[in-house]
């Protein structure tokens, strides 16, 4: 079986989306900070048990709040991959809204919290933001040493599956 | 001098392609102002392009008259290096109207701002956190 599913990268500006589409479609990583002011789309294929799966990744334009993204941005969404930057916390202070948001405008998508750049902080840093975050996060990544970052679709692959 | 109007078709034809496709993905028409169709035509529209392959199907559920718009769209193809706006519109039962427009010049200005707005942003922010840091300690 093959299926296609649309899936989007959002979150505050800064916070890696881009980085983690590149690393996740093309295997690349780039130090420097490029500002995203729209979206780029690009595909990847998957197997997840028997089915092949066309991972069509939206890499959207942050925004200090999800009501600010435009709203055909979400459209025929399944998978929503909503990612923060683990040394910012005001890139999670309002996760709780945004989220809540993201669930009334596409409530059968599947989302994914994701805290991005572990390799900046430590352990015991990561284990007091994630303690102390409004929702549950579902991963922690690294765009610039690929940590998880391969997991991270493989899971929201097999819950859209 | 040339009449208003074909001034304005002159100036505006240049910054936008219009592109006529069947519900099934068949390209019946485009005027070719942005990249040619030539080699294209032979493969439906939505495998042109990656964001129209992922929402296709949506896209097919359009009600008449019904447009929706992607701001902001960068570098859709090999062969459209820049920023556009994409605007479907169901102009028919079966026929699906796509206005490509090349904002380039004007989203690479907003983008210069955006970049170094953004990295103040983040710089004070992780400021923030060290000052807080330092205070707690």
Not at chain 1, 109 to 132: F, P, R
Not at chain 1, 133 to 140: G, K
Not at chain 2, 21 to 45: A, E, W
Not at chain 2, 50 to 69: C, G, R, V, Y
């Amino acid at each position: 079986m093959e299926l296609n599913k649309k899936i989007i990268l959002t979150g505050s500006f800064g916070v890696g989306k881009t980085s983690l589409f590149s690393r996740f479609i093309y295997s690349e990583f780039d130090e420097k900070y490029l500002t995203t002011i729209g979206v780029k789309v690009d595909k990847k294929t998957v197997n997840i048990d028997d089915t092949i799966l066309n991972i069509m990744l939206w890499d959207i334009a942050g925004e200090v709040a999800q009501d600010k993204v435009p709203l055909s941005y979400f459209l025929g969404t399944s998978g929503i991959i909503y990612v923060f930057d683990l040394t910012r916390p005001m890139t999670y202070n309002n996760i709780a809204t945004d989220i809540e948001y993201l669930k009334n405008i596409l409530p059968e998508a599947v989302i994914k919290v994701i805290g991005n750049k572990k390799d900046l902080v430590t352990d015991t840093h990561i284990e007091t933001v994630i303690s102390n975050l409004s929702v549950e996060c579902d991963m922690t990544t690294s765009a610039k040493t690929g940590e998880n970052v391969e997991q991270l679709f493989k899971d929201i692959g097999e819950s859209l599956v | 001098m040339m009449d208003i109007e074909t001034y304005k078709l002159q100036y505006l034809s240049k910054h936008a392609q219009f592109i006529v496709f069947d519900i099934n993905g068949l390209l019946l028409q485009s005027c070719d102002s942005l990249f040619p169709t030539q080699n294209l035509k032979q493969d439906p529209v939505y495998t042109w392009f990656k964001l129209l392959e992922s929402i296709f199907e949506a896209i097919k559920t359009l009600e008449p008259d019904q447009e929706i718009i992607f701001p902001r769209v960068e570098e859709p193809a090999d062969y459209l290096s820049g920023n556009y706006d994409f605007t479907f519109i169901r102009i028919s039962q079966k026929e699906i109207l796509l206005i490509i427009y090349d904002h380039t010049k004007l989203y690479n200005r907003l983008r210069n701002f955006q970049q170094k707005c953004n990295q103040v942003n983040v710089e004070n922010q992780h400021l923030q956190w060290e000052l807080a840091s330092l205070k707690n300690k």
